[in-house]
């Protein structure tokens, strides 16, 4: 929902403008895309520190290596579509965000494996299920319609998007003793984005049936 506010916002055209004359030239999309990967990573790797050490300073660290990766997520977008956008750059910011997504999920269930397994696999679930219909859906759609969508690869926005995943990620990481219920309440808000997508591809293959 807030990936679809911001791509429709007026900010997001002048802060891809500000970014790409800055950027362009200097750094390749794709490199940056690796760059938040690596930042992403270490992000989940202090949140597993945070869980042996039981020091409140990993989770700090990692909460800050989070946001520059999500940050650095927004700056790649803004190069690739400032210059000129691919779709191999396209698959490789799908697949770095998913590794950072689940890595991170992968860490804080370390935290307390026997609390939040349940919770931990119905998320990793959900995810697999989102994905899938992304996929199916995006797939199936023409270059037309590829094209309207103004992305590399298509996709239609829903309920769970990065925005809010990043989100539900840093409260779960900052709020300990609420991670069992963010973890379920997360899980079910994807599940449900991907019954929205499945909804939202029967409607949009039965209106192309009908043309």
């Known amino acids: 929902m807030i990936d679809n506010w911001l791509f429709n916002s007026k900010f997001k055209e002048k802060f891809e403008e500000f970014v790409g004359r800055r950027l362009i030239g200097k750094v390749t999309a794709n490199q940056l895309t ?5 930042i992403g990573l270490f992000s989940a790797f202090f949140i597993f520190y945070s869980g042996i050490l039981q020091e409140i300073i990993f989770i700090v660290i990692s909460i800050i290596f989070m946001v520059i990766s999500f940050f650095i997520d927004t700056l790649d977008g803004a190069v690739a579509r400032f210059g000129k956008t691919t779709i191999f750059g396209g698959i490789l910011d799908v697949f770095c965000d998913r590794v950072v997504e689940i890595f991170v999920l992968m860490a804080l269930i370390s935290t307390q494996p026997l609390i939040l397994m349940w919770p931990g696999i119905f998320s990793l679930g959900a995810i697999i299920l989102c994905i899938t219909m992304f996929l199916i859906v995006g797939g199936s759609i023409k270059e037309k319609d590829l094209e309207d969508s103004k992305k590399v690869i298509y996709y239609r926005y829903g309920l769970m998007e990065r ?3 990043l989100l539900f990620l840093l409260l779960i990481t900052i709020l300990v003793l609420w991670r069992f219920i963010l973890l379920m309440i997360f899980a079910i808000l994807v ?3 991907a019954l929205l997508r499945l909804r939202d591809a029967y409607i949009l293959f039965k209106i192309e049936k009908i043309k």
């Open 191 to 193: 599940f449900i984005t």
């Open 34 to 38: 690796l760059i938040g990967l690596i």
């Open 163 to 165: 925005s809010e995943t």
